[in-house]
């Protein structure tokens, strides 16, 4: 859960790290993940299009509770083969006090592809 702040770094490192917001179009159960997960179909825009990811957030949602949810995620990482899907984007969320994954979402409508910033 919480632990020490990371090692100090410069705003042109943070400035590296493309973190857009999303809507979940698609979600669905994933059986073949080693850890319970819901493969996610998320729309960011014109710009950045719909991608992929996969996600360790079963205890908290469901993937009906998923669809049309506005998510936050990194895009500019590499996919990254998680089991038989290929997990385009990393889809962003912090622990609960039980340790569980509680997604990150603006609170507002937003338009899709939004940079955090």
Known sequence: ?????????GFDDFLKVD?????????EP????????IKLTIDFGEVIGVKKSAAQI?????PEA???RFVLAVVNFPPRQIGPT??????LGVPAADG?????????DVPLGGRLF
């Open 58 to 62: 079963t205890r908290n949602y469901t």
């Open 30 to 37: 994933f059986p073949e993940a080693r850890k319970p997960a």
């Open 100 to 108: 569980e994954v509680v997604l990150i979402r603006p609170d507002l």
């Open 19 to 27: 973190i857009r917001v999303g809507r979940v179009v698609t979600a």
């Open 66 to 68: 998923l669809v049309g």
């Open 86 to 91: 290929l997990s385009e984007v990393l889809t």
């Open 1 to 9: 859960m919480a632990g020490p702040a990371a090692a100090r770094i």
